[in-house]
């Protein structure tokens, strides 16, 4: 795989990857006007919950469902409009997201606290939010990627988590993909997002707690157990040589998978050449059935949950979420009383019903 670096024209940055060992000429310019990238994110410290809260007002004015032939993340064709890729071709690109969340360039001077709450602490929304075009394709998917583009993808996402785990402030790299209007997915074309936090987001944090409270009261290796009951148990959907693909026995969403590496690591940069090929492989067969369960595609979230950057390394264990809201054809799970009030989800359906559904997708 190889890189090459440039800057879009309110400074921010493209990266361009392609297969091989010889990066093709990247020369185009940004010829847009536009004025640079003003982030004033900040983050709330929830006293109640523990939990950090990004404030993001200045997100409001992000481009909503543009019609296809403005599309920001197609490339710029010598007839039509700029867009966010200069260039006019590519294989995946990745650049910083013009309405990011977070960023490297907050504005720094934030109050210690938030007006009238002395335990709401106040910290600027430092981090990063970059954007993934997996092709400049505008119809496809990554269900029909191909083995070789999605190898590139999975080789993109390690180099990132790889460099945005580097930048100090750091402490996350989410690497996710929203897919699906049904879900609020604003823009169509293929792509993911990843997300460089400056603290340990909540769902991780808990694992590590359950993962200390597993050994504390049996010795156990908590990962090491799920992941090897799973792999013989009645939920497999999927598996090759490295990965293996299940319905998790307590799932919460109509249709949910979870993916593992066999052999234990922290995240992905930690992956072989041979198991980065052989996730690219299950990753299409996985999203295929996804794709094909029903008569038009499921909206899905693909959400990889890396170990911190700082600690639990040792603890952790590389591992994907995928998930559909999708309950039926045209009905979606909305998250009511139980699961928004008090975060107690309830399932209509019986995880060993969904792997034997999901199993039979042809
Ligand atoms: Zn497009």
Redesign the pocket.
């Known amino acids: 795989m190889v890189r090459t670096s440039r800057r879009l024209a309110d400074g921010r940055e493209i990266l361009y990857f392609a297969a091989g060992t010889q990066a093709p000429q990247r020369t185009a310019v940004d010829p847009r006007e536009l004025p640079a990238v003003s982030t004033r994110s900040q983050l709330r410290w929830d006293p109640l919950l523990g939990e950090w809260v990004a404030l993001a007002s200045h997100r409001q004015s992000r481009t909503f469902l543009p019609p296809?032939d403005r599309?920001p993340?197609?490339p710029t064709r010598p007839d039509g409009p700029p867009t966010e890729i200069p260039e006019a071709g590519f294989e995946v690109a990745v650049f910083e997201n013009r309405f990011p969340a977070l960023a490297t360039a907050v504005e720094f001077d934030v109050p210690p606290s938030a007006p009238g709450a002395p335990l709401t602490q106040l910290r600027p929304g430092f981090g990063r939010c970059e954007v993934v075009v997996f092709t400049s394709e505008?119809d496809r998917s990554f269900a029909t990627l191909g083995p070789e583009r999605a190898r590139l993808v999975v080789d993109v996402w390690a180099d990132r988590t790889a460099e945005l785990s580097a930048v100090e402030g750091v402490e996350q790299v989410h690497v996710f993909e929203n897919s699906g209007e049904e879900i609020g997915v604003t823009l169509s074309?293929p792509h993911g997002q990843i997300y460089a936090y400056p603290f340990v987001t909540p769902r991780v944090e808990k694992v590590l707690a359950s993962v200390e409270r597993h050994r504390r009261a049996t010795g156990g290796d908590l990962f090491a157990d799920v992941v090897a009951a799973e792999r013989s148990g009645p939920r497999v959907v999927a598996a090759n040589e490295h990965w293996t693909a299940f319905v998790p026995a307590a799932a919460r969403w109509p249709y949910e998978l979870q993916l593992f590496p066999h052999r234990r690591v922290p995240d992905l940069p930690a992956l072989t050449g041979e198991e980065r090929d052989a996730l690219a492989g299950i990753s299409l067969d996985v999203l295929g059935r996804f794709a094909r369960r029903f008569d038009t595609p499921m909206p899905y979230i693909s959400s990889w949950n890396q170990a911190p950057v700082g600690r639990g390394r040792e603890d952790w264990w590389l591992h994907l979420q995928l998930f559909s809201l999708r309950r039926a054809p045209g009905k979606l799970k909305y998250l009511a009383g139980s699961e928004s009030g008090m975060g107690a989800f309830i399932s209509d359906t019986t995880p060993e019903d969904v792997a034997e559904q999901l199993r039979s997708v042809r």
Do not use: G, Q
């Open positions: 296809a599309c993340l197609c505008h074309h």
